[in-house]
């Protein structure tokens, strides 16, 4: 899984916003309709992957996840930008416009 994540990551041609959460994670439930509406207003601009780091623990080690809810956005491959903690979707969209300029 690992391999194939990463491969996707280096040849997906939009951003990538991966979604590091767990089901136990209070903020992490606070973000989720947060992402859901993330991804549907910019459908075709950006895409998010959830990565629930209980079921994927090789994922959450290999990106350095030390807490949750924790948001890397990846382009081209290359992490351009992490942040964490729960936000309302006007910081969200913040965080990740000032990166790619979606």
């Known amino acids: 899984m690992a391999t194939d994540f990463l491969e996707f990551l280096n040849t997906h041609e939009k951003p990538v916003l991966v979604d590091f959460w767990a089901d136990w994670c209070g903020p992490c439930k606070m973000m989720t309709p947060v992402v859901k509406e993330l ?11 959830k990565v629930n780091t209980e079921e994927s623990p090789h994922l959450a080690q290999r990106f350095s996840i030390s807490g949750i809810p924790t948001f890397i956005l990846f382009k081209d491959g290359k992490e351009m930008h992490r942040f964490s903690g729960a936000m309302p979707l ?8 000032s990166q790619v300029g979606v």
């Not at 207003?41 to 895409?47: D, R, S």
């Not at 006007?90 to 416009?97: D, F």
């Open 39 to 49: 991804a549907h207003e910019w459908k075709g601009k950006l895409t998010v992957v």
């Open 90 to 97: 006007s910081r969200l969209k913040q965080e990740i416009a």
